[in-house]
Structures are given as structure tokens and as C-alpha cells.
């Protein structure tokens, strides 16, 4: 096999022996497994392997390299020829000529189940270089594993494959795992060398029984109440089961999480019910849902928890008045634009149990031709005046209903003060003591004669 030329230039006439040149190897370094192994055409200088592919092993060679010091000499290679010489070196690389074998036939591993991780490291033997896709090392699991429960990768400093379970084994379906692993190297191998059967082991895997905690099913449990359910109300019966099927434990339940503090459960067969009112307007509440979680506990050694949550959906009911706002205004005592306030209704109820709302004027407390309340929309009305009034304090009482069936009502004094407006300027300070209305007056002249 040719494995490269040397080239040597003479400044003679190329025309005269002067410059012809001939090519010879003075000496190899090292002279091992043979002094011989190239030889040099001397006319051409094409350094060619003169020994069987077998003493060009890479893996036997005690080093890789050869130094070639090559003399040019001219006059065809008389002695009376000057000479000049040069080294050549020749670096033996690597085939992929050995496969990788794993040190053992078979290896063993233990695993808790429930756990994940590596939990063995496959061992192989590969004479090639171990800088080169040649000795690099690529595992394949072949056989056992049809749940995808485990992986193996290749760790790049030792070469060594790292088996790991990446889905949690269950004691209680499977306790023995057995795969079948195969080894390869990144590059392909050369024609005449083949993979063979230490290129194949098996790993004999156990899982360990650990004591796992119950499981609630479904999670999350939903129920779907009205609020205001009489105390000691059943919501549901929960159910948890021991994934320890064959060591025979008992559940028992508890609360874990109950913000509000509504929820009692059987510690026996998990029934759980109210202890006080559910109130969907509750800050406990999120979005109409109330989140409890309980908790399962086996009676193992020590003994396993597992979590379960409940979503309560509370539906409304008509439980809350509507309010109004805001809850005091000013006037002038002049103003040709009689309009006092515009009110706005709320309501913590879900519709249909608020708007539209109903505003009057609570017609027993106020006389009728002073104020006046005009509906605007389903959720806000207009308060006016019928006529000026002197500089004052006024109690107005505003009931607003909502459409809630039965509907609810709620009666607020709307405080009006009517101020003095001079010169772009607007005194209420002294808009005078609190002026009552007639009905008011009345029941205050009959309290006082009642204490005479």
C-alpha cells in the first residue's frame, strides 16, 4: 500500500546526471515488529508497506509512529553523489477492527419501586482507539422492556453503559425485570469483523416493595351543592385504595386542608360532611369553587399518606341585599340643574339574583315633592331635586331591590349636603345641623313628650 511521496529537488542541470536523483530509507524508528516495514521506490520516492496487514496492527504496535529518515542522492545514486535527507513520519491509524464485549454475561440490579435513576453500569472491553467512533460505545435495550420503563446511555469518560429507570417499576405487578442488552461502536466495523455474542448481556433487575401511600380516585373528587345547605349536610363518601395489595392494610381518613372550616370527614369510611353554613360569597371561595384536600393514611410501618383534593361548586342562591353607591353628595343651594347624584347598585349574588335593581325612595321617611329617583339602567338611577333647598345637611333613605325570587332589599341613608355656592367658591361647612325629615320630626317630638 502506498502511503506517501518524497520529493527532493536538485539546483543542477536536470539534464545532467547532476540532478538525477535517487531515493533510499536510511532508517526507521522504531525497528519494531520488523526493521523493514516500508520501502521506497527509488526513482519515484513512493513509500510503500512491504509487511503482512497483521504486523500493522495498531493494537499491537508498542507505538503507532514511525520516523522514516530518507536520503535523496544524486548521479543516479552513485557514491560519488552529494546527498541530502529529510525524515518522514508515519502515524499507524486506528480501524474499527475489534468489537466492544461486555465484561460479563449477565448483570444484576436492585431498584425500589417507585424510584427512578441509574441503577447499574453495563462494563465493556474495545481495543481500538478510545479517542475515535471505533472504541465509543452505543447501547440498545433489544427485548424487555415493552413499557419504555427504562434507558440506557453511554457515559462518554468510561465508556460504560448507564442503565436507568425512567417510569416508576411497581412491586406489585412486576418484582423481576429482565432485559436484553446489545453494544455497538459509533463507527461501523471493517468487512471481515463482525459483532458477536459477547456483544449482547442480560440484567436481571428486582424491585424492592416499599410501602406506598393510598391513592384517592378519582382526584380531584367534584361535588355540586347549593350554599346554605343545613349543617351536617353528606357532600360525597370518598375512596381510596392501598397500592400495597398484598400486604393488607387499612385506610384511614383525616382533613388536611379545610380553609373555611366547613368540612368534617369519617375517619372510617370517608363520608364527609358539613359542619357549618357554605357561603359562596365567602373569601374561602374562588370563582363559585371551594378546595378542600384529605388525606389517606395506610396502616403500614411507618405508615404511608396519600393526598386527595375536592372541588365543592357552590351554586347561588339569594342570600345577600344589594348595596348602593356612593353614599354621600353635594348640591348648591342655587343650582339650576336640580340633579343631585347618580347611584350605582352592586350585589354579591350571581345573576339572576341581582340586576336589574329597583330604586325608590323610601316614601314612610321622606315627603314627596322634594326628591325625586329616575331609573337610568338595570344598575344605576338618578337622584334629583324638585326644588332648591336651604343650606343643610339631608338624610335621604334609598331602598334598592334586587330580581331575585324572593328578592331582598336593602334601605341606605344617601347623605346629601347642600352647599353654599358664592363666587365660583363652595362652602359646606357650615351647611348647618342635620335636617331630618317630617315623619322623622314627628317621632322625635312624641319620644321627648313620652319623657316629660
Keep these: 500500500t502506498t502511503v506517501m511521496r518524497m520529493t527532493a529537488f536538485d539546483a543542477d542541470d536536470p539534464a545532467t546526471d547532476n540532478a538525477l536523483l535517487r531515493y533510499n530509507i536510511r532508517q526507521q524508528t522504531p525497528d519494531k515488529p520488523s526493521p523493514n516495514m516500508f ?20 493494537e499491537t504496535l508498542e507505538n503507532p509512529k514511525y520516523e522514516l529518515i530518507i536520503e535523496a542522492q544524486d548521479m543516479a545514486g552513485l557514491d560519488v553523489g552529494l ?53 465509543r460505545a452505543a447501547y440498545t435495550i ?62 436481571h433487575i428486582t424491585v424492592l416493595d416499599v410501602n406506598e401511600g393510598p391513592v384517592f380516585y ?45 368540612l368534617n370527614i369519617n375517619p372510617i369510611n370517608g363520608t364527609v360532611d358539613t359542619t357549618a353554613v357554605l357561603d359562596r360569597e365567602s373569601p374561602f371561595v374562588d370563582n ?30 339569594n342570600d345577600n341585599a344589594p348595596f348602593i353607591y356612593p353614599t354621600v353628595a353635594e348640591v348648591c343651594d342655587d343650582a339650576k340643574n336640580l340633579s343631585v347624584v347618580i347611584l350605582g347598585a352592586s350585589d354579591k349574588d350571581l345573576h339572576p ?8 325612595i323610601h316614601k314612610q321617611a321622606v315627603p314627596d315633592k322634594v326628591w325625586k329617583i329616575s331609573k337610568i339602567n338595570n344598575t344605576h338611577a338618578l337622584v334629583s331635586l324638585l326644588q332648591n333647598l336651604n343650606k343643610a345637611n339631608y338624610n335621604l333613605p334609598i331602598m334598592v331591590t334586587d330580581s331575585g325570587k324572593p328578592p331582598m332589599t336593602n334601605i341606605t341613608d344617601l347623605r346629601v349636603q347642600v352647599c353654599s355656592c358664592r363666587n365660583s367658591k363652595v362652602d359646606c361647612n357650615a351647611a348647618g345641623a342635620l335636617r331630618f325629615s317630617l315623619p322623622s320630626l314627628l317621632l322625635l317630638s312624641l319620644f321627648s313628650l313620652a319623657c316629660l
Design 39 to 58: 520501502y521506497i521506490d527509488p526513482e519515484k520516492g513512493d513509500i510503500v508497506t512491504v509487511v503482512s496487514p497483521a504486523l500493522l496492527d495498531r
Design 142 to 203: 433489544i427485548n424487555g422492556n415493552p413499557g419504555q420503563s427504562f434507558e440506557i446511555h453511554t457515559n462518554p469518560q468510561t465508556n460504560e453503559g448507564m442503565l436507568s429507570v425512567v417510569k416508576p417499576l411497581d412491586y406489585e405487578i412486576s418484582a423481576f425485570h429482565t432485559l436484553l442488552i446489545k453494544v455497538e461502536n459509533e463507527d461501523p466495523l471493517v468487512p471481515d469483523v463482525s459483532y458477536g455474542p459477547s456483544s449482547t448481556a442480560t440484567v
Design 288 to 317: 363559585s369553587v371551594y378546595t378542600a384536600l384529605f388525606l389517606a393514611i395506610d396502616s403500614g410501618n411507618p405508615p404511608a399518606t396519600g393526598t386527595g383534593t375536592l372541588l365543592i361548586t357552590l351554586e347561588d342562591v
Design 83 to 135: 546527498t541530502g535527507t529529510a525524515t518522514a513520519t508515519i502515524m499507524i491509524d486506528d480501524k474499527n477492527d475489534h468489537s466492544p464485549k461486555f465484561t460479563k454475561k449477565e448483570f444484576q440490579a436492585t431498584v425500589e419501586e417507585g424510584a427512578v435513576g441509574v441503577i447499574v453500569n453495563l462494563t465493556v472491553e474495545d481495543k481500538d482507539d478510545p479517542t475515535t467512533g471505533a472504541w
Design 353 to 360: 339574583n341581582t340586576d336589574p335593581f329597583k330604586f325608590e
Design 218 to 262: 378519582p382526584d380531584p373528587m367534584m361535588v355540586t351543592r347549593q350554599e346554605n345547605i343545613s349543617v351536617g349536610s353528606v357532600l360525597l363518601t370518598v375512596n381510596a385504595t392501598d397500592p400495597d395489595s398484598l400486604q393488607h392494610q387499612t385506610i384511614r381518613y383525616s382533613v388536611y386542608k379545610d380553609p373555611a372550616g366547613w
